[in-house]
Nanobody
Framework: QVQLVESGGGLVQAGGSLRLSCTAS????????MGWYRQVPGKQREFVAR???????NYADFVKGRFTISRDNAKNTVCLQMTNLKPEDTAIYYC????????WGQGTQVTVSS
């Protein structure tokens, strides 16, 4: 079973940037879909972005133009570059890899202060 480890979260002021990384324990080359969800306590986990094997990407409307997802198959890593962060982006961000069913990382906290 693939293990996913997120890093890069932290505290940033509104308008700032963060880069999240998700490193897999095995090759991501053949994993069809990898991406990010986020969750605020008391609310459902929500989709943020995904990248498919061929490199195509999808984003939630609330991050379009601000977040960019990328994939480095050689490093078994998926990254989420987040710019122009807003306080409402505060959440725990979870990496996932879909391999028959979704595998999840442990999450990384992102806090955006106003």
């Amino acid at each position: 079973q693939v293990q996913l480890v997120e890093s890069g979260g932290g505290l940033v002021q509104a308008g700032g940037s963060l880069r999240l990384s998700c490193t897999a324990s095995e090759s991501v080359f053949s994993i069809n879909s990898m991406g990010w969800y986020r969750q605020v306590p008391g609310k459902q986990r929500e989709f943020v972005a995904r990248i498919l094997t061929g490199g195509s990407t999808n984003y939630a409307d609330f991050v379009k133009g601000r977040f960019t997802i990328s994939r480095d198959n050689a490093k078994n890593t998926v990254c989420l570059q987040m710019t122009n962060l807003k306080p409402e982006d505060t959440a725990i961000y979870y990496c996932y890899a879909f391999m028959g069913f979704p595998h999840w990382g442990q999450g990384t906290q992102v806090t955006v202060s106003s």
